[in-house]
């Protein structure tokens, strides 16, 4: 057995479901709304799979939806992009990001890592040959401090996975962060594989702005994106991939033997989803901010010490204040078993130098689950 996968232990996400199953709780832990997605979107796919081509599609995506993404972004984000040699459609993000560390790395080059990190990074980086480097980010606010992006980059430095906005922290790395990183990227020749898929889940009026659309940086960047963030349909893994063709020439071939494709009738769904008016994408955000607007208040009445969230679906709570050198592991167990809600400690996305006071909740839930839940939470912290 591959020692890198045999010998990793059981994800916390599995062990907090489980435990929200096992005490009938209220689960905030795992990154799915209650909204079943938009129903135009829903009947795009079902139609396509009655009336539309079912065999396999072309290996880099439908042209439809190609020509949507690159419709998309430059509309959203003001990039130009040829559709033909710079963008491609994969079978979800994670995909994307193991293609895109197998076909830029090879055993032996430093792969920059800034933690807390989703999960799948570690084990995809090493899996792929590469040695990870950390940059370990903190709370309250999260910044990269140049400092630690110095101690991390090297002679070795192949390629960075970026983050943004991030999961679990939802926060959104300001311009000056993107500019210092960007620098880095330059003076080390090396790619940042960016992980954008909140891209459109920001609040408070905030835009996001991509790496790849810094000047000079068009040449470094691989910009990832995901239908399933975008459109609330985490099962349909329809992701998006944009480099400069001469990256996206091996991207391509990584694709290929992988997966090769994509099932087509979410291609032709998402593709239509792209074009939908901003009434859409602006409903979505102000929906999900009023959600996270009520859950914060809950908690903030309760006495906890909620961190700012700008982005994803994810709040998080400082638990410091409640005791000298808590444990954020113990009191989620602690959490699920006596009050029945579950949350995911903010130590399990940390390979190394854990941050162990941080709490997260997933706030894309109904009105209902998120006031059970808080009057739950209010009860466990009056009671210690």
């Known amino acids: 057995m591959n020692p890198i996968f045999a010998d990793i232990p059981t994800t916390i996400f ?39 081509w079912n065999q396999y599609p072309p290996m880099m995506g439908l042209p439809e939806l190609r020509q949507a993404v690159a419709a998309h972004y430059r509309r959203f984000h003001a990039l130009d992009l040829d559709w033909e040699r710079e963008v491609m459609i994969t079978s979800g993000a994670t995909e ?14 430093e792969v920059v890592l800034f933690q ?23 709370p309250p606010h999260w910044r ?3 400092a630690a992006l110095k101690a991390a980059f090297s002679p070795k430095t192949k390629a960075v996975i970026f983050n943004n906005p991030l999961n679990p ?17 330059e003076k080390h020749n090396a790619i940042a594989i960016c992980d954008e898929v909140w891209e459109h889940v920001l609040f408070d009026d905030l835009r996001h702005e991509p790496l790849i659309g810094l000047p000079g940086l068009r040449e470094r960047c691989v910009k990832i994106g995901s239908a399933g963030k975008i459109f609330s349909l985490t099962g349909w893994k329809v992701g998006f ?18 997966t090769f494709t994509t099932p087509p009738n979410l291609q032709a769904a998402v593709a239509y989803g792209l074009g939908k008016t901003d009434d859409y994408f602006l409903g979505m955000r102000r929906d999900l901010q009023a959600a996270r607007d009520r859950f914060a208040a809950g908690l903030t009445q309760a006495r906890l010490t909620v961190l700012p969230s700008r982005a994803t679906y994810f709040l998080n709570i400082d638990l410091s204040p409640l005791a000298n050198n808590i444990d954020d592991a113990a009191w989620c167990t602690r959490l699920v078993e006596e009050a029945k809600v579950a949350a995911i400690p903010v130590s399990a996305f940390y390979a190394a130098d854990h941050v162990r006071s941080v709490a997260r909740f997933c706030f894309a839930k109904s009105t209902d689950k998120l006031d059970g839940a808080v009057a739950r939470i209010a009860d466990f912290v009056k009671r210690g």
Do not use: W
Request: charged share 20%.
């Open 116 to 138: 807390p990190m989703y999960d799948a990074y570690l084990p995809l980086v090493k899996r792929a040959g590469g040695v990870p480097k950390f940059v370990t980010l903190r």
């Open 241 to 258: 991939v944009c480099a400069a063709p001469a990256i996206m020439k091996v991207l391509a071939k990584a694709h290929q033997f992988i």
């Open 169 to 185: 922290t939802a926060t959104v790395f300001p311009r000056e962060d993107l500019e210092l990183l960007g620098r880095y990227l």
């Open 14 to 52: 599995e062990t907090m479901s489980r435990l929200a199953i096992q005490h009938q709780a209220i689960n905030l832990g795992q990154g799915f709304p209650d909204d079943p997605g938009p129903e135009d979107v829903r009947r795009a796919a079902a139609e396509a799979v009655l009336t539309g």
């Open 96 to 109: 994307a990001l193991a293609g895109s560390l197998l076909a830029l790395i090879e055993p032996g080059d």
């Open 144 to 146: 990269i401090d140049e």
